[in-house]
Structures are given as C-alpha cells and as structure tokens.
Nanobody, 124 residues
Framework: VQLVESGGGLVRPGGSLKLSCTAS????????VRWFRQTPGKERTFVAA????????FYADSMKGRLDISRHNFRNTVYLQMNKLESEDTAVYYC??????????????????WGQGTQVTVSS
C-alpha cells in the first residue's frame, strides 16, 4: 500500500487546514488509518484514527474537539480537518495504515504503511 499525504501549509493561529491521505496498491477498506505528527528531535505522536468503514473514530486528548477525521473508501482517501490551530500544532503530519481493527491503539504498527508526510506550520 502506498500512501500520499497532502494539504499541509502555512496557516495563522486560529486557522484551519484539511489534510488528505490517499492510498493506492491495496484494498483501502481493509485498513484502519491513523494520523501521527512529529516535530524535530521528537518521536511521532498519535493524532487521530478512523475505522475501516468510518463508523468509529478516536482522537488524541491534546487535539480533541479541534479535529474531524473522515474517509471516503471509494476515493481511497482519509481526511483530517484541523481547526483552531495553535503554534504547538506545527509539525510534519503522517498517515499510517494497518490491519489492526482497534481505533484506540495509539502506536504505529511495524507491519503498517506510512506516507511521506506533509508539513503544517502555524505561525503569524
């Protein structure tokens, strides 16, 4: 499975961005998709996850209430709508796909797949 993220960029504090993660090369609906983020010198941390059919979602406490994760399996795409962005949200955002059905798992699966990441910069 190949994953490609898009939608990152520069946004002012309080603004919004919508990230996309588009998959190819596999049966997209087989995979739970999780978003992680990473800042220089730190480990990737969990942001949000969505189940195979989109019925269940799970969010990191640090961003809960400011995120909306969704998916369109016929488009092989997962979206991450981020609102009320803060400077602390500046990071590279990665999507990750794996076969574990539990959306509440917040670590990456070594057998899973990563995209190349998309930079989100929140600055005035």
């Amino acid at each position: 499975v190949q994953l490609v993220e898009s939608g990152g960029g520069l946004v002012r504090p309080g603004g919004s961005l919508k990230l996309s993660c588009t998959a190819s090369g596999g049966t997209f609906s087989d995979y739970v998709v999780r978003w992680f983020r990473q800042t220089p010198g730190k480990e990737r941390t969990f942001v949000a996850a969505i189940s195979r059919n989109g019925a269940r979602t799970f969010y990191a406490d640090s961003m809960k209430g400011r995120l909306d994760i969704s998916r369109h399996n016929f488009r092989n795409t997962v979206y991450l709508q981020m609102n009320k962005l803060e400077s602390e949200d500046t990071a590279v955002y990665y999507c990750h796909a794996d076969l574990r059905p539990d959306v509440a798992i917040v670590d990456a699966d070594p057998a899973g797949y990563w995209g190349q990441g998309t930079q989100v910069t929140v600055s005035s």
